[in-house]
Every structure is written in structure tokens, then in C-alpha cells.
């Protein structure tokens, strides 16, 4: 068999497994089996595949013909300048993400060494993203799985970035710190979001997308600590689900709060909610 064919092959099972991007999604399980890039795939449809090969790409194509996601198939997830190692221990850094990292670094332009924080780090991307782009920051990873944990330490070892970690449930294992900055994706799914997932968001964990009966659980806990934890001047950015942002922002703000704002992702939906202490 060649290539062609099997592309052609696993776009159709794809396409009646109702994956979204069937095609798509074909040419990037050969690519990452193959170890080539995407575009590489097109001039290689001659190419005879070896059994052993068919044998992972089809391995592949019906682990991702049953719902899971491609990049824990592969272990790799694109964020910012990085391909971070995922599994299903950690939620798939999303691209909406990438619009928080780069107003983080924009606010904290002006300080120097500054303390970072990201709690509920999961796979490590925002922490290791900042550490990577700010080499004299200090930044601490926190979530509360240490299953997660796990995996943020495999890409600080991969990325090479400079972080320390901390097992604790949002602020509990941390008193007594200060930060010039505090990065969150908390779990903001609602109960009725959870109900209608796609089968692909199934398959991450319930732990990283749950944020309660209304999604805003994690917010309330952190709203009543946050300011404790913020240096004088320190920003916090927060990652909102769809429709949450005004809500978020209002938990957030109170008699400590300087300034504070709303941030829309490269779709135009607000996604980040930022405050800044006294
Ligand atoms: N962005 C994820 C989704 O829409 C949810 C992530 C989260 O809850 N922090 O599926």
C-alpha cells in the first residue's frame, strides 16, 4: 500500500467516525508516524509503506477513529513556540490560550525579575511559555493533580525552561508568597457544558473543564484569596469560558483592585479577565 491509499483509507473511516477534519486529521497521524512535517506528506504519496509502518498508522487511525484526540495519540500539543508532551492526565493547551501568555508578557514588561505564578498549570504550557520568554522571571507551576505535575516536569526537561512546581489545591500549599503575576485556566465548564462535550473533550480530564454547577467555582475560591498572594502592583489573568467574562471580573473586583480589563481571543470572544492590585 501506498501512501495515497492510505490516506485516502483513513480519510474515509475517519470521515464515517465523523471526525471533523478528516482529511486533515489523516495526513497529520501519517505525519506524526512518519516524523515529517505535513507539508512533507504530499510528495511522498509514492512512497510504499513497510508493514510495521501500516501496522502504528492503522493502530493510530482507530484510536482516533473511537474519539481521541490527536495530539494524545501522538503525546504532542503546538503552543506558542513549543511542542509540549500530552496525555490524558492533562487538558490539551488550547490555541485561545496563546491570547493570555501574550498579555501576561505585555503587562509585566516593566518589571524586572519578576515572580510568576500559574496555578492549575496542567500540562505546564502558560508557566514554561513565560519562563521561556522571560528568562529572569521566577516562576512557580502549581496544580493539584500530581498526575498533571508529572507531565508540566516532562516539558520543563524538554523546553528547557526554568520553573519550580508545586503540588497544592489553588493558593493552600503557597502561603506566604507574593507574586508580580498570577496566570489561571481553571476548570470553568458548566454542568450543562459537561453534558454535551465533544468526544474528543471527553477524553481530557473531568478534573481540568469542571468548574461547577455554573462554571465559576474556581473563580469564587480564588477571588477570596488573590489579593493576598499580589505584590503591590501585581496583575492577575484569568481564562474565562464563553459568557463568563463580566461575572468573572465582577468576583474579582473590589476595594484592592487598580485597574482591571477584558481581553477578547483571536475569534473575538472574551477570554481573559486581568486585575490589577494596589
Ligand atoms: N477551553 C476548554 C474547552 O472549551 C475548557 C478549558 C477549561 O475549562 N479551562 O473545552
Known amino acids: ?17 465523523e471526525c471533523y477534519d478528516s482529511r486533515l486529521d489523516a495526513k497529520l497521524l501519517a505525519a506524526g508516524v512518519l516524523k515529517k512535517s505535513p ?97 529572569d522571571a521566577r516562576v512557580t507551576a502549581s496544580d493539584i493533580s500530581e498526575d498533571a505535575l508529572n507531565v508540566a516536569k516532562k516539558n520543563a526537561f524538554l523546553t528547557g525552561a526554568k520553573t519550580e512546581f508545586v503540588l497544592s489545591d489553588l493558593f493552600n500549599a503557597l502561603a506566604g508568597r507574593k507574586f508580580d503575576l498570577i496566570t489561571v485556566n481553571p476548570p470553568y465548564l458548566t454542568k450543562e457544558d459537561m453534558k454535551s462535550l465533544q468526544k474528543e473533550v471527553k477524553r481530557e480530564p473531568a478534573l481540568a473543564l469542571y468548574g461547577g454547577e455554573d462554571g465559576l467555582d474556581i473563580y469564587r475560591r480564588i477571588a477570596r484569596e488573590i489579593y493576598r498572594f499580589l505584590s503591590p502592583g501585581g496583575y492577575a489573568l484569568l481564562e474565562v469560558g464563553q459568557g463568563q467574562a463580566k461575572d468573572v471580573l465582577a468576583l474579582l473586583s473590589n476595594e484592592n483592585t487598580s485597574e482591571s480589563g477584558i481581553e477578547k481571543d483571536l475569534c473575538g470572544i472574551d477570554r481573559v479577565v486581568w486585575i490589577r492590585s494596589l
Request: glycine letters at 6%; one cysteine or more.
Open 39 to 135: 507539508g512533507e506528506i504530499r510528495f511522498l504519496g509514492n512512497c510504499a509503506l513497510k508493514d510495521e509502518t501500516l501496522d502504528i498508522l492503522n493502530q493510530y487511525l482507530s484510536r482516533r477513529a473511537a474519539g481521541e484526540p490527536l495530539q494524545y495519540i501522538e503525546n504532542t500539543a503546538y503552543f506558542m513556540d513549543f511542542a509540549f508532551f500530552v496525555d490524558e492526565n492533562v487538558l490539551i493547551p488550547r490555541q485561545d490560550t496563546e491570547t493570555l501568555v501574550e498579555l501576561a508578557l505585555e503587562k509585566i514588561k516593566g518589571i524586572k525579575n519578576p515572580e510568576v505564578l500559574d496555578m492549575c498549570t496542567g500540562s505546564g504550557a502558560i508557566a514554561l511559555s513565560l519562563a521561556h520568554y522571560r528568562k
Open 1 to 17: 500500500m501506498t501512501l495515497s491509499d492510505w490516506l485516502i483509507y483513513a480519510e474515509d473511516i475517519l470521515e464515517k467516525a
